[in-house]
């Protein structure tokens, strides 16, 4: 609310000042409005996996708005990029992941890398960083090929890197084993997940009751590297066991600081569902991990890992 000055009229006008005031009436400035619709993209047929919050209305933060002096101004987005100019981009760094190895993605570090030099990239390039309520927490979601990427932030700095990717969809179905999904993420498959860093000290397994199908999740757990890996899929029931190919999963990454206390499966309850839903690959399969270690790290594997249903009380 402004308002003005009384000011004093001159003698000849004194008479006017009688008939109306010289004070000028009170002016309102309207406070703008904004308004962000919520983004429309198609995640999994299940829930998504927990790491990723539920999603209200996000606040689209790569434009900039009104800013504190004290903070730095958020980049200025460029135009967005192509389809081709996405999946160049997208597939380059699959391949070489910016020149580190994981925990780091993209060249960014948990632990170490400012959450700024990350929104810079991809305000670089065009995209939106959607946030879901929690001011730490934002998620990049790429077209193609199709993923999203979650960073939550701690003082600045990312704390822990999410990345989750799925096959396309044909009807209202994924496609599981889909060769070009396949081939994007090959660097993420179990095989090379598996050859590249090694024999992971701990394997689960787990399949439980959902809708539309029954999920079978396996997951890698490096705990000194700051890796937690999950490949999901619907479970295929055959006679008396649940079979689960992982050649046509999807893919889910944590990354974080080895350095952090991140070093028991049960610090992950938030994020996998609960541990009691899984199971050690020896009680699930009877494999021991160096026996699964040394099955399916083999290039273009097409082995099936399987499991009594009975145990699952299937």
């Known amino acids: 609310m402004r308002s003005l000055n009384r000011v004093t009229c001159p003698l000849v006008f004194v008479l006017l000042v009688a008939l109306a005031n010289c004070s000028a009436p009170a002016v309102s400035t309207p406070t703008p ?18 790491s990723t919050p539920s999603p209200g209305l996000p606040t689209d933060i790569s434009t900039p708005s009104s800013i504190p002096p004290t903070r730095t101004p958020r980049p200025t987005p460029a135009p967005t990029l192509t389809a081709d100019e996405e999946r160049a981009l997208v597939l380059g760094l699959l391949r070489d992941n910016g020149g580190c190895r994981l925990p780091c993605w993209w060249g960014f570090t948990p632990g170490e890398t400012s959450w700024q030099i990350a ?46 990717a799925e096959p396309p969809t044909r009807g209202d179905e994924l496609v599981f084993g889909d060769s ?20 992971p000290p701990q394997v689960l397994l787990g399949v439980g009751p959902g809708v539309p199908w029954v999920p079978f999740d396996l997951l890698l757990f490096y705990p000194d590297e700051g890796i937690l890996v999950r490949y999901e ?23 974080w600081s080895p350095h952090t206390d991140r070093r028991h499966i049960a610090d992950w309850e938030s994020m996998i569902g609960g541990e009691s839903y899984f199971r050690s690959l020896a009680e699930a399969t009877g494999l021991s991990i160096e026996q699964f270690y040394q099955t399916f790290s083999q290039p273009d594997n097409q082995t099936c890992l399987e499991t009594p249903a009975d145990l699952w009380g299937g």
Request: proline content about 8%; glycine content about 6%; overall charge negative.
């Open 180 to 199: 070009q999904f396949v081939e994007d993420w090959e660097p993420y498959m179990l095989p090379r997940m598996l050859g590249t860093y090694g024999q």
């Open 119 to 164: 929104e810079t990239f991809f305000v670089s390039q065009g995209k939106k960083i959607w946030n879901y309520g929690d001011p730490q927490d934002y998620t990049v979601i790429f077209d193609t090929p199709s993923h999203y990427q979650s960073y939550i932030v701690k003082d600045g700095t990312i704390d822990m890197i999410s990345v989750h």
């Open 33 to 50: 409005t904004n308004t962000l619709a919520s983004p429309t993209f198609t995640l999994s047929p299940t829930a998504v996996p927990s």
């Open 233 to 255: 899929a619907p479970a295929e029931r055959g006679e008396g066991v649940f079979r689960m190919c992982p050649y046509k999963t999807d893919i889910t990454l944590w990354l």
